[in-house]
């Protein structure tokens, strides 16, 4: 069965260094997103990824965040200057999108990112 | 800013029994309504989903209600079994317009099935 995945599984940086998490979406999706979760609160939403732009994003994406699909296969989410409160959970997410809301997102193992 | 809120942080149920595992949205602009299940160290699977025109759905041993008035949906899945111990999140989403459908989740309810 076809699956997202994640690398790495965990990251370990030094505040303000620059983190690259990526992910390899499922082949014939269309929609990638990235969430988080910081540790003990709720999957929150960061951004979504369409057609080659960002379709939507959340407040939490800010200056310090960006992504790209640098080729056919990869999404990527970074990171310019880490803040201690940048450590989470980082899942990849990515959807067909050919059904509307009912669309089943299917989410990666996860990045760990501790930024120390 | 909780727009997705699962009271209950966690639940115990003997093996057999059913399990019922509650949300409640306040946002009546979401259209869909899914449910995932997350085992530790993996990301959400998952599991159910429902549209806001329907009030039931239904796939083996799992059911999702959902009451739109009282901004209310349930899962319930029976029986229970070890396996479904994990933590379920509840999680909505709406068209915002760029189709992209994001999901808000609930905090969690840790299921613990107990043989």
């Known amino acids: 069965e076809p699956e997202v995945t994640q690398t790495p599984s965990h990251q370990v940086t030094q505040m303000g260094q620059e983190v690259i998490l990526r992910c390899v979406p499922i082949?014939?999706?269309?929609?990638f997103y990235w969430y988080r979760q910081i540790l003990g609160q709720k999957v929150e939403f960061l951004v979504s990824?369409?057609?080659?732009?960002?379709?939507?994003k959340s407040e939490i994406f800010d200056d310090q965040f960006s992504v790209e699909r640098p080729d056919g296969s990869n999404f990527t989410l970074k990171i310019r200057s880490t803040k201690l409160e940048d450590s989470a959970m980082y899942f990849c997410?990515?959807?067909?999108?050919?059904?509307?809301?009912?669309?089943?997102?299917?989410f990666g193992p996860g990045t760990r990112l501790t930024v120390l | 800013d909780q727009q997705v809120k699962q009271n209950s942080p966690s639940l115990s149920v003997q093996e057999g029994r059913i399990s019922i595992l509650n949300c409640d949205y306040t946002?009546?602009?979401?259209?869909?309504f899914l449910w995932y299940k997350k085992y530790p160290a993996e990301g959400p699977t998952f599991l159910i989903s429902?549209?806001?025109?329907?009030d039931k759905n239904e796939d083996g041993r799992f059911t999702v209600f959902l009451n739109k008035s009282a901004k209310h949906l349930s899962l319930h899945i029976v029986p229970s079994q070890p396996g479904d111990s994990a933590v379920y999140f509840c999680?909505?989403?709406?068209?915002?317009?760029?189709?992209?459908?994001?999901?808000?989740f609930g905090k969690g309810t840790k299921l613990s099935v107990i043989p």
């Open positions: 997410a990515s959807t067909s999108g050919t059904s509307g809301g009912l669309n089943t997102q299917y």
């Open positions: 082949s014939n999706h269309l929609y």
């Open positions: 990824f369409y057609n080659n732009e960002i379709s939507e």
């Open positions: 946002n009546s602009m979401f259209d869909y």
């Open positions: 429902i549209s806001s025109i329907k």
């Open positions: 999680a909505a989403s709406d068209d915002s317009g760029a189709g992209s459908y994001q999901l808000t």
